[in-house]
């Protein structure tokens, strides 16, 4: 879908401006994520597309991996870019963009940067 490529591309920026964001990996498992990297290398997919929107039999779900650093607990970093996800679907919600709120926002932390080794 056009329209959640572009929803997807709006959500990575937004998550990629939370503070405690160092990066955001594609939502999906590694071998997955890994064949996306070649898409994305062979022009098959948009590199800022990272954000994956699942549409199933009615429900919604919403999924990304990102990487945090240490200038903030990692806890309020997750709890952060789920409220920003929400917050920005339920706007596309109340501009009609969107049919209505997912069901599930899934925030994975897949590497935590910047941990001093002392």
Aim: charged letters at 30%; proline letters at 6%.
């Amino acid at each position: 879908m056009h329209d959640d490529q572009e929803l997807s591309r709006h959500l990575t920026a937004l998550i990629r401006s939370t503070p405690g964001v160092d990066e955001v990996y594609p939502a999906q498992p590694i071998v997955e994520a890994a064949a996306d990297a070649i898409a994305v290398k062979l022009a098959l997919r948009q590199p800022d597309v990272l954000v994956d929107i699942d549409r199933d039999h009615g429900s919604t779900t919403i999924t990304a991996g990102i990487a945090a650093n240490d200038t903030r607990p990692a806890p309020d970093t997750i709890r952060e870019v789920g409220e920003r996800i929400r917050d920005a679907l339920a706007q596309r919600h109340a501009d009609g963009a969107e049919a209505r709120e997912p069901d599930l926002i899934t925030v994975t932390i897949r590497l935590v940067e910047g941990l001093d080794a002392d």
